[in-house]
C-alpha cells in the first residue's frame, strides 16, 4: 500500500500540479497572444463605462443569468455543484493549516472544528456527487445523448472517481482521520521530504486516499487540456461581450 500511495499521493501530486501549472500558463499565453478583433463583439445590452462591464462580465461568469432562463433544470443542478465545489474547495484549505478565527468562533457555540467540518464536508461531497450523477444521466439519456463525445464521459468520470473517493474517506475514515494527520502528510510535500502519519498507513485509510489522488492527479493532468478549461478563459469571454 505504501507503494501506491507514494505513486499516487507523492509523485502524482508532484506530477499533476507541474502539468497543470504549465498546461494553464500555456493556454493563457495563447489567449494572450491572439490578436484582438477589429470588430466589437460585445452583446447587447451592455453597460458603456469599464466599471459596469467588469461587473456584468463576474455576473455572467459566476451567476450565469442566461443559462437560468434557457435550460432551469440544468442551471439549478450547475450551481448546487459549483457552491458544494467551493465549499469543498474552502475546507481543503485546511491541510495548509487551521483556520486562525472559525475554530474559537465555533467553540463559543459548542461546536468542535472537527464536527462542523464533517456536517460541512459530507454536505458538499453529498451535493457534488448528486450534480455528477444528474450530468452522468443528461448526456446517457435524452436528446443531449446525441451530442455527447467520448470526452464528456471522461471528464465525468474522472469528477465522480474524485468525489466518491473524497466521499469514502469523509464517510468511513472521517470518525478517526481528522484534518492534523493531512496536513502532516501535504506539508511533508511542500518542504520535499514525503512521509505518511501512520494513521494513513493503517487499514484501507491508505488505499482510499491513493485512489482518491490518483483521480485527482488524473484529473489536474487533463485540465488545461479539457472542455473544463473555459472555467478559466470564461472571465475573457464574458469580458469581451461585455466591450
Given at each position: 500500500?505504501?507503494?501506491?500511495?507514494?505513486?499516487?499521493?507523492?509523485?502524482?501530486?508532484?506530477?499533476?500540479?507541474?502539468?497543470?501549472?504549465?498546461?494553464?500558463?500555456?493556454?493563457?499565453?495563447?489567449?494572450?497572444?491572439?490578436?484582438?478583433?477589429?470588430?466589437?463583439?460585445?452583446?447587447?445590452?451592455?453597460?458603456?463605462?469599464?466599471?459596469?462591464?467588469?461587473?456584468?462580465?463576474?455576473?455572467?461568469?459566476?451567476?450565469?443569468?442566461?443559462?437560468?432562463?434557457?435550460?432551469?433544470?440544468?442551471?439549478?443542478?450547475?450551481?448546487?455543484?459549483?457552491?458544494?465545489?467551493?465549499g469543498a474547495f474552502v475546507g481543503h484549505l485546511?491541510?495548509?493549516?487551521?483556520?486562525?478565527?472559525?475554530?474559537?468562533?465555533?467553540?463559543?457555540?459548542g461546536i468542535e472544528m472537527d464536527a462542523f467540518?464533517?456536517?460541512?464536508?459530507?454536505?458538499?461531497?453529498?451535493?457534488?456527487?448528486?450534480?455528477?450523477?444528474?450530468?452522468?444521466?443528461?448526456?446517457?439519456?435524452?436528446?443531449?445523448?446525441?451530442?455527447?463525445?467520448?470526452?464528456?464521459?471522461?471528464?465525468?468520470?474522472?469528477?465522480?472517481?474524485?468525489?466518491?473517493?473524497?466521499d469514502h474517506l469523509r464517510f468511513v475514515y472521517?470518525?478517526?482521520?481528522?484534518?492534523?494527520?493531512?496536513?502532516?502528510?501535504?506539508?511533508?510535500?511542500?518542504?520535499?521530504?514525503?512521509?505518511?502519519?501512520?494513521?494513513?498507513?493503517?487499514?484501507?485509510?491508505?488505499?482510499?486516499?491513493?485512489?482518491?489522488?490518483?483521480?485527482?492527479?488524473?484529473?489536474?493532468?487533463?485540465?488545461?487540456?479539457?472542455?473544463?478549461?473555459?472555467?478559466?478563459?470564461?472571465?475573457?469571454?464574458?469580458?469581451?461581450?461585455?466591450?
Amino acid at each position: 500500500m505504501e507503494t501506491y500511495l507514494w505513486i499516487t499521493s507523492v509523485w502524482g501530486v508532484y506530477l499533476g500540479i507541474a502539468v497543470f501549472v504549465l498546461g494553464m500558463g500555456w493556454r493563457i499565453y495563447q489567449w494572450a497572444s491572439t490578436p484582438k478583433s477589429p470588430v466589437r463583439l460585445g452583446m447587447f445590452p451592455k453597460p458603456a463605462g469599464k466599471g459596469g462591464r467588469f461587473l456584468k462580465m463576474l455576473k455572467d461568469t459566476f451567476i450565469a443569468p442566461h443559462s437560468a432562463r434557457i435550460e432551469p433544470k440544468m442551471y439549478f443542478f450547475a450551481m448546487m455543484f459549483h457552491i458544494a465545489a467551493l465549499g469543498a474547495f474552502v475546507g481543503h484549505l485546511r491541510i495548509f493549516g487551521e483556520y486562525p478565527i472559525l475554530p474559537e468562533l465555533l467553540d463559543k457555540v459548542g461546536i468542535e472544528m472537527d464536527a462542523f467540518a464533517a456536517w460541512a464536508g459530507s454536505i458538499a461531497g453529498t451535493l457534488m456527487l448528486v450534480g455528477v450523477i444528474y450530468w452522468i444521466f443528461r448526456r446517457t439519456y435524452g436528446p443531449y445523448k446525441n451530442l455527447s463525445v467520448p470526452e464528456d464521459y471522461l471528464l465525468l468520470f474522472l469528477l465522480f472517481g474524485v468525489i466518491i473517493m473524497g466521499d469514502h474517506l469523509r464517510f468511513v475514515y472521517g470518525g478517526y482521520i481528522h484534518a492534523d494527520t493531512y496536513q502532516e502528510w501535504f506539508k511533508s510535500l511542500l518542504v520535499f521530504k514525503p512521509f505518511f502519519p501512520d494513521k494513513l498507513l493503517s487499514g484501507f485509510a491508505g488505499w482510499s486516499l491513493g485512489t482518491h489522488m490518483l483521480f485527482t492527479d488524473l484529473f489536474l493532468i487533463y485540465f488545461p487540456f479539457s472542455k473544463l478549461v473555459h472555467t478559466i478563459g470564461s472571465f475573457a469571454a464574458n469580458y469581451v461581450r461585455s466591450e
